[in-house]
């Protein structure tokens, strides 16, 4: 396996994560719990799977690093409202032999987006807050056996979250720009995949759409539960006229539950 141009970011992580548990001022709370997802194989597919998994429950809080449901972040830079964060998010496998429009086409692997998040604190009163969001990551997807480059995704958007209680909602809306490689391993179709039903596809980077995605959490003593739809457009997306593309909207929905059994 290929892994040595990619020991370095799991290392600075390591570390990252060694030195705030070192810290005196954190809070620690572990459990476990079930998901249920909903999703389509890519961005453009008919074909979804519903996938239902165990999962750990981890949040940690300290001066600047944490990991909660929105995943790892760190406060690499804080000034006036402004900072800059990690950014880590992925998507899951998906056979071609099962997706009419791929068939006879590589499968999709396991990805994984690793990068940084600019954040800007735009408004801020009582239990509500405005933040506008640009996160930049490159992409590797891994079959297990090798991990491969696969480009670069962003998402710009505005995050509005309402912490009232127990209950904390969140709303999202922003636009998604991807670069050709990202595009070519989802959308570009070779010549040696060519098919009578299925034409030969170069595909280009920029404004890959819209993405909008709702949320909500709800906390009560040792039980934490969340939920959340996201909805993509990409009727005007750079890669909408792949014959890959089956549908120009996609939907994405979870939920979950866990038991908090640990809390430092």
Known sequence: MRLQKHIKPIAFLVILLHSSLQAQDYILKLGVGVASLYYPDYIGSRSTQLLT??????????????????????????????????????????????????????????????????????????????????????????????IKYRGVVSNPQLRYSLNYNEFEWTFRTGLVFTNQEYNSYYYEVKKEYETSSRNAYDVSGGFSGFKNRVGMTYQKDSWWAGAFVSYYDVTNAVFKDSPLVETKQALYSGVSIAYVFYTQ
């Open 53 to 146: 998994l165990p999962i750990p429950y981890i949040r940690y809080k300290g001066e600047n690093f944490r990991i909660d449901k929105d995943g790892l972040s760190s406060k690499l830079l804080g000034v006036n409202g402004l900072k800059i964060d990690l950014s880590v998010s992925g998507s899951l496998p998906a056979n071609s032999e099962s997706n009419g429009v791929r068939e006879g086409m590589p499968n999709l692997d396991l990805t994984a987006e690793i990068g940084l998040k600019l954040v800007y604190n735009l408004f801020e009163k009582g239990v509500s807050k405005l933040e506008f969001e640009l996160p930049v990551r490159a992409v590797l997807s891994t079959d297990f056996t090798n």
